[in-house]
């Protein structure tokens, strides 16, 4: 089973649960957390997963052959994304805006056009005490980040309880992780900004068929509005957690909650058991 | 005309509350929501919508079933494997076109996305440029630059001195959309391992682009030895650490009223912006 972890907003305790929730899995199920924020991963500060292995990830861009090339303009003409452009007798590449499609390559009259690997960040792999654990980071300056969650995905093993982490907002980074899971946990906060981020992360998950619950943090602040959208929309809120200095302070040092307060473990094993019962009635009715 | 835009990295650090207090306090200043995909600072603003418009951005492969034969060529030569049985997955597609140059059957368009929209609206804090994204869209880097540019035109026809802006959080296409060529960057952290970690890389893309930053730490008081660190790092990188913002529950109390900390009371949130704002001011003019 692949569950992700997503919010509209950023801060409102992603991180928190995903490494909560493989932390209390560990000793039950085989589990593997996969952290797909890729611009600023951080489940490994609280995992501290011994890592045993890293690997470039790079994406495909074009080196122009300047003695078979005609200036013809054909690669130009083709490429989306305005990463070739044609000047009188040069050819410039932009590799920074290539998407990596390969249509210039392909179409090119000449076969003037290779394609050479342009590293845009890096996966890393390892394990924690049980947890098999991988993630991905995007380099500085660069753009682009689903390449490099695609990459991360590919590490999914199925006969595990995979664990996704993704990052805020509700644009393409995000729809790279979510898709494909059988479930999404939208973490959010009873705040005036977690209620309207919250509405866009449910459109969003509602959109990819991706089944999901709540988790709302830091009850106790703000306003019972978030409470009283779930209610009328029928999603389940599955876990509350509330404003508490001392779960703040933990997560400032890097300590996951269920270590520094054990008591959570049997809260997010619960959680666990509730997300498996509405994965596992989903395939039933789909059956029926 | 100088533009400052927040940012942080990490999400939930504070951006959105700490620039519409900014936006209060600044004069003969525009604003600009570049947070497209989880925009908030509206909801500080209580702003009244003047203009929308739709945010055309991208294509999407679209096949057309009469005409194709089946052969399998546009599956084969996808790299985003947007295409299966046939039939493209909108969602995966990534607009390149491919797909569509080499359809032997020619049976394959390209239609243009409603990727969103924007708009300009009137707030009694000035005027505001902001957008939405369309519903898993792409190309938040565009609309980011679109909402820029139509700032920076509202900035020059009233002759305002300043663009404020609101920042996405991470570092990838939107943030690098929000920063560049930009007067000044202000980073909001937090005193949290994850926050630390996030500010360097963030950091270090306003540093790759050549933008001067700032550093604001909010709730400074959760951990003290983390602010300390996050100060000897702001140090030994040649970064100001502009303002130091303790936690205190008037800033969602504010945001619950609908308004920003600043007008919402005077506490010690309040001052700690106020002074921010100075320092600012006092380094765009210098």
């Given at each position: 089973?692949?569950?992700?972890?997503?919010?509209?907003?950023?801060?409102?305790?992603?991180t928190?649960?995903?490494?909560?929730?493989?932390l209390?899995?560990?000793?039950?199920?085989?589990?593997?957390?996969l952290?797909?924020?890729?611009?600023?991963?951080?489940?490994?500060?609280?995992?501290?997963?011994?890592?045993?292995?890293?690997?470039?990830?790079?994406?495909?861009?074009?080196?122009?052959?300047?003695?078979?090339?005609?200036?013809?303009?054909?690669?130009?003409?083709?490429?989306?994304?305005?990463a070739?452009?044609?000047?009188?007798?040069?050819?410039?590449?932009?590799p920074?805006?290539c998407?990596?499609?390969?249509a210039?390559?392909y179409?090119?009259p000449e076969?003037?056009?290779?394609?050479?690997?342009?590293?845009?960040?890096?996966?890393?792999?390892?394990?924690?005490?049980?947890?098999?654990?991988?993630?991905?980071?995007l380099?500085?300056?660069q753009?682009?980040?689903?390449?490099?969650?695609?990459?991360?995905?590919?590490?999914?093993?199925?006969?595990?309880?995979?664990?996704?982490?993704?990052s805020?907002?509700?644009?393409?980074?995000?729809?790279?992780?979510?898709?494909g899971?059988?479930?999404?946990l939208l973490?959010?906060?009873?705040?005036?900004?977690g209620l309207?981020?919250?509405?866009?992360?449910?459109e969003?998950?509602?959109?990819?068929?991706?089944?999901f619950?709540?988790?709302?943090?830091?009850?106790?602040?703000?306003?019972?509005?978030?409470?009283?959208?779930?209610?009328?929309e029928n999603?389940?809120?599955l876990?509350?957690?509330?404003?508490?200095?001392?779960?703040?302070?933990?997560?400032?040092?890097?300590?996951?909650l269920v270590?520094?307060?054990?008591?959570?473990?049997?809260?997010?094993r619960e959680?666990?058991?509730?997300?498996?019962?509405?994965?596992?009635e989903?395939?039933r009715?789909?059956?029926r | 005309?100088?533009e400052?835009?927040?940012?942080?990295g990490?999400?939930?650090?504070?951006?959105?509350?700490i620039?519409?207090?900014?936006?209060?306090?600044?004069?003969?200043r525009v604003?600009?929501?570049?947070?497209?995909?989880?925009?908030?600072?509206?909801?500080?603003?209580d702003?009244s919508?003047?203009?929308?418009?739709?945010?055309?951005?991208g294509?999407?492969?679209v096949?057309?079933?009469?005409?194709?034969?089946?052969?399998?060529?546009?599956?084969?030569?996808?790299?985003?494997?947007?295409i299966?049985?046939?039939?493209?997955?909108p969602?995966?597609?990534?607009g390149c076109?491919?797909?569509?140059?080499?359809?032997?059957?020619?049976?394959?368009v390209?239609?243009e996305?409603?990727?969103?929209d924007?708009?300009?609206?009137?707030?009694?804090?000035?005027?505001?440029?902001?957008?939405?994204l369309?519903?898993?869209?792409?190309?938040s880097?565009?609309?980011?630059?679109?909402?820029?540019?139509?700032?920076?035109?509202i900035?020059?026809?009233?002759?305002l001195?300043?663009?404020?802006?609101?920042g996405?959080?991470?570092?990838?296409?939107?943030?690098?959309s929000?920063?560049?060529?930009?007067?000044l960057?202000?980073?909001?952290?937090?005193?949290?391992l994850?926050?630390?970690?996030d500010?360097?890389?963030?950091?270090g893309?306003?540093?790759?682009?050549?933008v001067?930053?700032?550093?604001?730490i909010?709730k400074y008081d959760?951990?003290?030895?983390?602010?300390?660190?996050?100060r000897?790092?702001?140090?030994?990188?040649?970064?100001?650490?502009?303002?130091?913002?303790?936690?205190?529950?008037?800033?969602?109390?504010?945001m619950?009223?609908g308004?920003?900390?600043?007008?919402h009371?005077?506490?010690?949130?309040?001052?700690?912006?106020?002074?921010?704002?100075?320092?600012?001011?006092?380094?765009?003019?210098g």
């Amino acid at each position: 089973m692949i569950i992700s972890v997503a919010s509209g907003k950023g801060g409102t305790g992603k991180t928190l649960v995903a490494a909560s929730l493989a932390l209390s899995l560990k000793d039950t199920y085989k589990v593997q957390l996969l952290d797909c924020d890729v611009e600023e991963p951080n489940d490994h500060i609280f995992i501290k997963p011994d890592i045993t292995r890293s690997e470039a990830v790079s994406i495909p861009v074009p080196a122009i052959d300047e003695k078979k090339c005609t200036h013809c303009g054909k690669c130009a003409e083709v490429c989306a994304y305005n990463a070739i452009a044609v000047v009188a007798e040069h050819v410039l590449t932009f590799p920074e805006l290539c998407h990596g499609c390969g249509a210039c390559s392909y179409l090119c009259p000449e076969k003037a056009i290779s394609e050479i690997p342009n590293t845009i960040g890096k996966i890393e792999t390892g394990e924690a005490d049980g947890i098999i654990f991988g993630h991905g980071m995007l380099s500085i300056g660069q753009p682009m980040a689903p390449p490099i969650i695609r990459k991360v995905k590919t590490l999914i093993d199925k006969e595990r309880t995979v664990i996704i982490d993704s990052s805020p907002g509700t644009s393409c980074p995000v729809v790279e992780a979510i898709k494909g899971s059988d479930f999404c946990l939208l973490v959010t906060e009873p705040t005036p900004f977690g209620l309207n981020d919250l509405i866009l992360a449910v459109e969003t998950v509602r959109q990819l068929g991706v089944p999901f619950g709540v988790v709302l943090n830091r009850i106790g602040v703000g306003d019972s509005k978030t409470e009283e959208y779930c209610a009328k929309e029928n999603i389940p809120i599955l876990l509350t957690i509330p404003l508490d200095t001392e779960i703040a302070r933990l997560y400032s040092r890097g300590i996951p909650l269920v270590e520094g307060m054990p008591d959570w473990k049997s809260k997010f094993r619960e959680l666990f058991d509730n997300i498996k019962e509405i994965v596992d009635e989903g395939s039933r009715s789909l059956k029926r | 005309m100088k533009e400052v835009v927040v940012l942080s990295g990490k999400g939930g650090t504070g951006k959105t509350s700490i620039i519409g207090s900014v936006a209060v306090l600044s004069r003969k200043r525009v604003l600009a929501d570049c947070d497209v995909d989880a925009a908030d600072l509206h909801l500080l603003l209580d702003p009244s919508i003047e203009e929308k418009h739709e945010f055309r951005s991208g294509q999407v492969a679209v096949i057309d079933k009469d005409k194709c034969t089946q052969c399998g060529l546009c599956q084969e030569l996808c790299r985003f494997d947007a295409i299966k049985d046939y039939t493209v997955d909108p969602i995966s597609c990534e607009g390149c076109g491919f797909c569509s140059h080499i359809c032997p059957a020619d049976a394959i368009v390209m239609e243009e996305c409603k990727a969103g929209d924007w708009f300009v609206s009137s707030t009694k804090h000035g005027p505001l440029v902001h957008a939405r994204l369309g519903i898993a869209e792409e190309n938040s880097g565009k609309l980011v630059a679109l909402v820029r540019q139509q700032a920076k035109e509202i900035a020059k026809k009233k002759e305002l001195n300043y663009i404020i802006s609101d920042g996405p959080p991470g570092i990838g296409c939107p943030v690098i959309s929000s920063l560049s060529g930009a007067s000044l960057a202000l980073v909001v952290t937090e005193p949290t391992l994850s926050g630390i970690h996030d500010l360097e890389r963030v950091l270090g893309v306003c540093k790759h682009f050549g933008v001067p930053a700032m550093v604001c730490i909010n709730k400074y008081d959760l951990n003290e030895e983390n602010t300390a660190s996050i100060r000897e790092y702001c140090q030994k990188n040649g970064v100001d650490v502009v303002a130091m913002i303790p936690f205190d529950n008037e800033v969602t109390e504010a945001m619950v009223r609908g308004m920003t900390v600043v007008e919402h009371s005077d506490g010690r949130v309040a001052k700690e912006i106020k002074s921010l704002w100075q320092k600012i001011e006092q380094k765009l003019q210098g």
